[in-house]
């Protein structure tokens, strides 16, 4: 035994008030700062189990983007002769299908991790915001390896990179901020009513659609581009290709649109969070 | 600076009645909303109380640094609701509390454990979802292994564990979790007997470095040694504070005579049982009971009226519900034509063959359309088995018959084994 063993305990001086409310506004980020060893330990659990015992492994990260991509050069870029604004299409189509899988990913895992995670709910504490944190970090490898087949396919196509580059990260970061404020609203919801998990796909296969993935913003008419950037991911997908591509002008009012949008949603979502954050273990 | 490692005022949590009205879909709450709005305002605030149940209601207690106190109650007393308060998973709807020091809880082990990982990344995972740094668990994580007994096994992805070394390895990492103040509900009672003494020897160990122990349990036995100090709470509140003996007394002698939760018929039941002992075969009242040991139960009755051909049952059930047998006087070939006034039945039974636990005896009567017509508790009991001592050696035991027949040239040494 160790001598350790026979000295006095040195108590924490760690108090805990525990109280039946909070203000509204009493976010206590303090608290997921202090868990930030858990948030990693979560996200590196979601990682490490990402793609056992499939055959393919990460592989999936790139078949599910690759195989969508050539679905839609077939239907779109080869049927439908959809423009691409002067890029081959289905490097246009990847551009968009990239953010989009990850963000597409990322709401899905947020908005349902809490009740997968039911167990840890009920019998652990920690705070709650942990759990969307973590789960919109993990889609983010599959991103990454995505994006290599991006390159391969920008020098296949003879394009090179910018040092527009460097603002695919920040683009990312401003995806992931949505994805986090839907999951923030949607993952409360979810552990009351389990309708959000049914619901979702074709909530997701709908915002596909309104998002410039398959066709370009150019393809809308230019009256309602105002209305149609109201979708935050337009300004992000739109983004994303000029960052990539290096080609045109970057839509200044889509991009600023989202984030207003976001900024709202996020603050809103956290507030709604905290507050329903405190039943989750009694009706989840 | 306190000496106080938990203090509660007021504490109190109500939970919303699990009834058919429960919605699950929205389809269902738009519904009932509808139907809310065209209810006064006097419906509607009867029909939110009668939804709402106390789990715990005014819970008022100081817990000084270096006490162990038990937690005692039936099932439903709010026992568990009153860790998950203090463990702050779920947040108490009235009154404080103050924790001073740093909190473990162990409600269940092995919550976290993901199943595609490996016994090594589960140690982190578990460790850091009970609260501990990397670092922590880096240093400790050879203990930890050691501890587990399942060192061999350590690279192997749990699912292909058996629930015995999942139990270990969890059980391995929260006993290494070294909190000032631990909450413990009902873990102790895993693994086999050499593990639970190993488990209950690390209990101590904490309590001789000074740690505070809030310890909920079934196990009238392990209450005794671990507790100086219970708290016995009944639908609810708090009705003693103090003495481990003199709680554990109060705790078998109360709520002998209740009705059982499942049988709320509103009817007034035609027979009732006024008195339910639970006798040694000296006739005695106790409560704890040898194995091996027959029981005698003495029931007195008074029924409304005429009650023709009841079937009467005596049930015993452990602690968590499970049903472990039961004795009817139909099955057992007594035939009542009819029951009238007061009267006293006594069933003696066969030597009771359950292993160490705490057990309920429940009376059940049935008329003669097999209708069930009362239905009460008769009293909670423990049997004290002297080597099996948790559900891990199952319900029953009677000795079983062994024979060894050993390889040919050592056939000689073990000769009396053989027939």
């Not at chain 2, 909450?183 to 690390?202: H, P, T």
């Amino acid at each position: 035994m160790s001598v350790e063993a026979y000295l006095p305990r040195v108590h924490s001086q760690e108090v805990t008030e525990i109280r039946p409310d909070r203000g509204w506004l009493d976010l206590d980020l303090g608290a997921v700062w202090r868990f930030r060893e858990l948030l990693v330990v979560l996200m590196m659990r979601d990682i490490q189990v990402l793609y056992k015992q499939a055959l393919l492994g990460a592989g999936w990260a790139i078949l599910q983007p690759v195989f969508a991509v050539t679905i839609f050069t077939i239907v779109f870029g080869y049927f439908a002769r959809m423009p691409s604004e002067g890029v081959p299409y289905p490097l246009f189509a990847f551009a968009g299908v990239l953010p989009w899988t990850y963000f597409a990913e990322a709401v899905r895992r947020s908005a349902t991790g809490l009740v997968t995670d039911s167990e840890l709910i009920r019998k652990i504490y920690f705070p709650r915001l942990i759990m969307p944190l973590a789960n919109v970090v993990t889609p983010l490898v599959d991103f990454c390896i995505a994006f290599f087949i991006l390159l391969i396919l920008m020098a296949f196509y003879g394009m090179a990179p910018s040092w527009k580059f460097l603002l695919v990260p920040p683009l990312m970061v401003v995806s992931a901020l949505l994805a986090l404020s839907i999951g923030l609203w949607l993952a409360p919801i979810n552990v009351r009513f389990r309708d959000i998990k049914h619901t979702l796909p074709f909530m997701i296969q709908i915002w596909m659609y309104a998002s410039p993935i398959v066709y370009p913003l150019s393809m809308v008419p230019e009256q309602w581009q105002w209305a149609y950037s109201l979708n935050p991911m337009v300004g992000v997908i739109e983004g994303f290709r000029w960052a990539v591509f290096n080609q045109g002008e970057p839509n200044f009012m889509a991009l600023g649109m989202s984030g207003v949008i976001i900024l709202v949603l996020l603050v809103s979502g956290l507030i709604f969070f905290r507050r329903m954050e405190r039943s989750f273990a009694d009706v989840i | 600076m306190t000496e106080l490692a938990i203090t509660a005022r007021g504490l109190g949590k109500r939970y919303r009645r699990l009834t058919r009205q429960r919605h699950d879909s929205v389809r269902d709450i738009i519904g009932a909303s509808v139907a809310g709005m065209f209810a006064s305002n006097k419906v509607r605030e009867a029909k939110r109380e009668r939804e709402m149940f106390w789990a715990l209601k005014d819970a008022d207690f100081d817990i000084e640094r270096g006490e162990n106190v038990g937690i005692i109650g039936l099932n439903g007393a709010g026992k568990s609701t009153l860790l998950k308060i203090l463990s702050r998973i779920t947040t108490p709807t009235t009154g404080t509390a103050q924790i001073n020091g740093r909190l473990g809880a162990l409600l269940e082990v092995g919550t976290g454990f993901h199943h595609e990982l490996t016994g090594r990344e589960n140690v982190y995972l578990y460790g850091s979802i009970l609260g501990m740094t990397r670092q922590e668990v880096a240093a400790k994580y050879d203990a930890i292994v050691d501890f587990s007994e399942i060192e061999e096994f350590i690279d192997t992805p749990v699912k292909r564990y058996s629930s015995g070394m999942y139990v270990r390895l969890a059980f391995a990492v929260a006993a290494h979790l070294d909190p000032d103040i631990l909450l413990l509900d009902e873990v102790l009672a895993v693994g086999d007997f050499a593990f639970q003494r190993k488990c209950m020897n690390f209990a101590r160990e904490l309590e001789r470095k000074g740690a505070t122990i809030l310890f909920v349990s079934h196990n009238m036995f392990s209450i005794k040694t671990m507790c100086q100090r219970v708290i016995y709470l009944k639908k609810g509140q708090i009705v003693f504070d103090g003495p481990t003996n003199e709680g554990l007394k109060l705790y078998e002698d109360d709520s002998r005579l209740e009705d059982v939760v499942w049988f709320r018929d509103g009817a007034e039941a035609p027979i009732k049982f006024t008195d339910v002992v639970l006798a040694n075969e000296r006739g005695t009242p106790v409560s704890v009971f040898d194995f091996g040991e027959p029981m005698t139960v003495k029931l007195r009755y008074k029924v409304d009226g005429r009650l023709e051909r009841p079937d009467i049952r005596v049930g015993f059930e452990r602690h968590d519900d499970v049903a472990c047998a039961t004795f009817s006087t139909s099955s057992d070939g007594v035939d009542i034509p009819y029951l009238e006034g007061e009267g006293e039945i006594e069933l003696r039974t066969p030597p009771i063959k359950l292993v160490s636990d705490l057990y309920t005896a429940n009376i059940v009567v049935r008329d003669a359309r097999a209708t069930i017509v009362a239905a009460q508790i008769g009293g909670h009991f423990h049997v004290r088995h002297p080597v099996f001592t948790n559900p891990a050696y199952g319900l029953y035991h009677e000795p079983g018959e062994w024979r060894l027949s050993a390889a040919a040239e050592r056939r000689d040494e073990v000769k009396h084994g053989a027939r």
